[in-house]
């Protein structure tokens, strides 16, 4: 079982400095099965002393089971076990700060009253102003209504906030954008649209995140009709840019041309949808969809609008077989949807270099190493296998090069142009089958990203 950071803990314990002495809690924890990455004194005390031992567990079970076993020992007491995760997540990840001194009556009194009523007045005589003169030019709300939070599904909006706060300080640290969660206790399109209408005035961006489709589509859409603010749905169009960027050196590892692949798809909802379209806007001429019920199709009648659309573009041959069969002969298979859909077998049908996107989280549509036995790319949405397709690598470009420029409109142009540049932060010489994305802590992604999209947007 793969042990990973998610699942580090600090154990607290009371022990005889013979114990500590004799090497048995060492022993013990890694007999048990997890790999210790630090042992501290606390407190040397005189009869005991406090240790604080850190680890690498399996998860919370495996945690508890080490409870069990070190006060098995003679002259071991476990006080508590806490889960670094929850230990970052106490008191939340974002806070605010002031980007103005406030020493003294003077400060106060330019900052605040009286003289803030002058910047009001200007404000209020040409509303444009606000965009220079508040914080509106470099602030992004991140709305969700928790209906689709990661791969936990329907959590609603308070188990949504560590997620959001997440996405906001990923805005800052990559791009230097102030976001902000706002998880909505709603999940009707009607009032999620007027109540994010009714806080656009704060924001020079809108990031719309875990809205479950087709609700997702419609909220997006209805936004960018109605505001004039960039309205950018990540879990749709975030995706999309990566999955591009990613696909795009794939294609030139196995020497093929965007055009001239057949890919297959499962998962039709906001990702899997979004993905088809960039594809089909990049060129791609053969995709063939899959989502729970089958191959999408204009045969099909149970399809919702957007769906339907997209059946028009895709699967041209009227395929109506299972997902396996379709695999046969396939360039590429891209999973947004579920774990374990396919086999190392349905990959060895694949034709000749064949490229498997699995990115369902936190488990794959197929486990990497299988599909590796005969795929030349393999890519998931995981950060312990290489190629991780990872939405940190667009969104705060995106909204850098949107917030900077001052465009409005999201269009398959800025679309293009990021996912172009996400790639071209790939050197050719580089360039493998374990290396066809840049890391997300690459430094010069954003930067590339925010000036392709401004160059994308010039005139417009």
Not at 36 to 58: K, N, R, Y
Not at 86 to 99: D, M, Q, S, Y
Request: hydrophobic share 45%; proline share 5%.
């Amino acid at each position: 079982m793969t042990k990973a950071p998610g699942y580090s803990i600090t154990i607290r314990m009371h022990v005889t400095p013979e114990l500590h002495a004799s090497g048995q809690i060492v022993a013990a924890v890694t007999e048990a099965g997890a790999v210790i990455t630090g042992l501290d004194v606390s407190d040397p005390g005189t009869e005991t002393t406090v240790v604080d031992l850190s680890a690498l567990a399996h998860d919370p079970d495996h945690a508890e089971s080490l409870r069990t076993t070190l006060n098995a020992l003679s002259g071991c007491k476990v006080d508590q076990i806490s889960d670094s995760v929850f230990l970052v997540h106490l008191g939340g990840k974002i806070e605010v700060g002031i980007k103005v001194p406030m020493r003294n009556r003077t400060d106060l009194a330019r900052a605040y009253t009286p003289g803030v009523a002058r910047v009001c007045t200007a404000i209020a005589n040409n509303p444009a102003d606000a965009r220079n003169l508040t914080i509106k030019r470099n602030t992004v709300a991140v709305v969700t209504d928790g209906s689709a939070v990661l791969g936990l599904g329907n959590i609603g909006p308070e188990a949504a906030m560590p997620v959001m706060e997440g996405k906001a300080a990923l805005f800052k640290k990559f791009a230097d954008v102030d976001a902000w969660p706002i998880c909505l206790d709603t999940q009707d399109v009607d009032e999620i649209v007027r109540t994010i209408e009714n806080i656009a005035p704060g924001f020079g961006g809108i990031n719309l995140e875990d809205i479950s489709a087709p609700r997702c589509f419609e909220v997006e859409r209805r936004l960018r009709e109605r505001l004039n603010i960039p309205v950018f749905h990540d879990d749709q169009h975030g995706t999309a840019v990566v999955v591009l960027a990613a696909l795009i050196n794939a294609s030139k590892l196995v020497n093929k041309e965007l055009s001239s692949l057949k890919i297959v798809m499962s998962g039709a909802g906001a990702a899997g949808a979004a993905v088809a379209q960039l594809l089909l806007h990049a060129g791609v001429q053969n995709i063939l969809l899959f989502d729970s019920k089958g191959a999408i199709s204009t045969s099909r009648t149970d399809l919702d609008p957007d769906r339907t659309e997209l059946a028009t573009r895709t699967n041209l041959e009227k395929f109506s077989g299972s997902l396996p069969e379709a695999l046969v002969g396939a360039d590429v298979f891209i999973g947004v949807s579920q774990p374990n859909l396919i086999t190392a077998t349905d990959v060895e049908k694949m034709a000749k270099d064949s490229i498997v996107f699995a990115l369902a989280n936190p488990d794959p549509e197929i486990n990497p190493i299988e599909a590796a036995k005969f795929a030349k790319v393999v890519a998931t949405g995981r950060s312990d296998y290489p190629n991780q397709i990872n939405n940190v690598l667009a969104f705060p470009g995106i909204f850098r090069g949107l917030l900077d420029s001052g465009a409005i409109h999201i269009t398959e142009e800025v679309l293009m142009a990021s996912a172009l540049a996400i790639a071209e932060c790939v050197n050719e010489k580089a360039l493998s089958s374990v290396y066809i994305v840049p890391s997300v802590f690459d430094n010069s992604v954003a930067p590339a990203v925010a000036a392709a999209v401004i160059a994308a947007t010039a005139g417009k």
